[in-house]
């Protein structure tokens, strides 16, 4: 019953799995127009699309927000839960015990995750659940019509509420001190980048934490606020320049080798990370802390991938799970055997 | 001479007092008395005398009071008593109020080391020399405390007559089989019992007689019973978060699932078991498990049913199976975790905001709670909804005599699940939403369905029958009705009321759950002063429809349950109005298990 969308223009391009970029898109949204959000929701199509994923293979999810309203734009062909409101980690990760071959995408949004969400989004990493976990950050509620976010500047002025007296939360840094073990930040308005940065995190064997800064047109692009798109085109300082290089196909380095870094996925894909002038390790946690301490000192964007740890279990490898997924398991494998049943009243 | 010592001998056989007194036993909590208490109870049962055991239990680790209530009784009623005939006093800071609970002529087993005056003439009273007989034993110094606790044992067992033999079968259970611990144990209470043989002579009349009516029988708590039924209905994932007294029902699913549900070649696990880190999270992972296709459960008391209400909403609204078992405790608010009550029933019945409304399934013993703790994640697939099974402190966490479990006696049914191959079929065409068989129950996908068709969106959100977001009022209203119809297909599925007649009966009396035992005894109290009665336990909710008959067949029909407010008794006045002047409340809820004579005395006042 998945819904048909309608092609827009010419099918060209067909992926290694054999579909177009028209076999990942979604519903037309709803969000305003120039959203950071759909700049996202485009980047998760291309992603997918590049990466050769078919989309029955990849579970959306989200929690309450404009962010998470998102997910019903793009990858139609995906099954997606909106859930609860800052209670989709647990949403995913209870129904991606029932297949362990999917690949989970949350999108969840700054109300989301740094309010009501926060204990859920910490205990997700403490577990380290194959999940990509993408939040939409303005800093900013949208749908309940410009209330300050978690997110938001100490200071900001927004027309209704007059000045945010609070210290912000910062995601990226409780995504690091959580034990995340891959962590980036980018911006809604450097596309490239995200896309390289969700194939990466859909190739991550963990959770895959992305703090994408994506204006709010309506409610929050205040040049000075650190969530707006004039500040975050001025202030953007990429680690290195960035990208993704799956298993299957042949790696060509182009970059003279002390200048690119190589991390290695657990299942053999590639991140490839270009110096950008600094020398950074992302695999170096005390650098990641160091690196976005820095960040908020400068008053600027730094953007990229912050942390990876491609090497700890994630956590349904923890949990020694039959092959078969279990929700293709049947009686036979499911009830235990009638003597069972008939020894364990004896022991009563 | 002969005939004499004979004849005085049956005149002091029909003084005897056997198969039929209650035991408390008076203990501070942390002091290792479970081990105890359980013996007792256990080598009880072994004799084949019927035997309840109930913990009365404070919400501390260590420090405060703690009874223990054994309830012996040769027809069957295990009911707790408020009063006993036996009380063993190892507490001095509750020796005033427990005496008070000493029936007339009862018997008092006192440490000897609690040196308190009482004024009680005519009761047994022996002394016990606990620290003397511990010292006795060669034991490692840490151990002397709970020893202790064995001495009473011993002392019990030859005063009333446990059988020795029965008292060692039990320590093996208790220690599963491991052979220090059981040879510790027994020694302290073989010299108990010589100390006895010594020093004291019987007086009093309270004797145990072996007999045969525990056999064949099985002895356990409710949530061993549950965590066994789920496993063999096939539970898949269980999500869950400790709470009183609900904590020992997920640790048995830990402790079970490894010895039951590894894949036999490959030793690989066909479940998850998750701590979560709180209760809104345990509940969403077992919703997210019973979307992705899971057979998936929680279990939690109250205040963790009201954080999960927002998710339980959703899995109804968004049709989602899910099992859910509510131990429940006494409330509003913390209330008490370590007392038991039935005060969960209508608010769980309408969970969550807007019109909800939920399945909800009522054991009244271990058997039932195996029975619906398998059947539970049929109903829910079926119906593609949220099950609640209402289960309690007392069913929960004491030990219930019962039959041994049964069997599942019918294969596993998943509801409808369309896979590859049905979607194949159907060329792709089906709505997630679309009441194709009229009965209410539409069709679905889980997670992992390669057919390019088999997605939807899921959403909390007004949808349509494709599941896509829908402000239509006509879309809304039929989806509400949809759901409510999902209620109506439910009911065959649903487990009926227990009914049981007297003959020329006057009275019905209407129950759920755990008040069984209370209610048995009482009828039997009842129908000796001439007042017989109808018995009708229902035992699901939404109501299957047998219920109005009964109460139509009786002018007063009184509704027995433990809680301020009658919560059962409002249910069956929304469900039949019509009938509400022949519905009588007896509602009372102090924490405790009711009793028989509470309610024997309300309904014999209420008839003169």
New interface residues.
Partial sequence: ???QIEAQGKRSGVNLVGLTKMDYKG?PSTLCQGCGHNSISSQIIAACFELNV????V??FSGIGCSSKS??YFL?????????HG?M???????????Y??KGLGVSGDGDTASIGL??FK?LLRRNMKLVYIIENNGVYGLTKGQFSATADQGLELKSHGVNPYMPVDIAWEALIGHATFVARSFAGDPKQVKELIKAALNHNGVAVLDIISPCVTFNNIDQATQSYVWGKDHETALHELSFVPRAEEILVEYNENEVKEVQLHDGSTILLKKLGRDYDPTDRSAAITILEESNACQCLITGLIYINPNQPSMVDM?????K?????T?V????K?E???E??NT? | MQTQSEEARKSEKRSQIINDFSITIATVNGSGSQTSNATILRSIFKMGIPVSGKNIFPSNIQGLPTWYTVRVNKEGFVAREDESDILIEMNSATFNEDLAKLKPGGVLFCDEQIHLPFERSEIFYYPMPIKEIVRQVEAPPNLRDYLANMVYVGILAQLIGIEFEKIHQALEFHFKGKSKPVNINFEVVLRAAEWVKQHLEKKDPFYLEPMEMTKGL???DGN?AAA?GA????V??A?WYPITPATSLAENLQNYLPK??K?VD???????V?Q???E?????????????????MTSTSGPGLSLMS??IG?GYF?EVPVVIWDVQRIGPSTGLPTRTAQGDLTFIAFLGHGDTQHIILLPGNINEVFEFGWKAFDIAEQIQTPVIILSDLDLGMNQWMGK??E??DS??KRGKVLWEKDLEQLD?????YLDVDGDGITYR?????????????????GHDE?S??SEDPQNWHDLLERLRKKFVTAKPLLPKPVIERMVMSEIGIISIGSTNPAIQESRHKLAQQGIKSDFMRIRAYPFVGEEKEFIESHEINYVVEMNRDGQLNQLLRIEYPELANRLRSFAYSDGLPLTAKRLFDFIQQDKE
């Fill in positions: 019953m998945t819904e519903n078919h989309p029955e293979e579970v959306k997910a019903y139609n062909r995906s099954f997606g839960f909106n859930g609860l209670r980690p647990s949403l995913a990760t209870g129904a991606l015990f029932a297949d071959t999917l204990g859920q205990h949990y020694n799970l039959t092959e997924p279990l929700n293709r398991l009686e494998e499911l009830r235990p009638r069972t049943l008939l364990l009243n009563f | 099985i002895l356990t061993t066994l496993i063999y209905g096939g898949q994932f999500s039951l549900r894949d490959t030793e690989k696990n066909t479940f998850a998750i979560a880190e709180d809104l999270s345990a509940i969403g992972m077992a919703i997210g498990a019973g979307w992705g296709g899971l057979r998936a927002e998710y959703l968004a041994p479990f069997y599942p294969p596993m792709g065409k089906w709505a997630r996908t889980v997670i992992g369905n390669r057919h390019p068709q088999a997605a939807y969106f899921t959403r909390g959100t494709y896509r977001y």
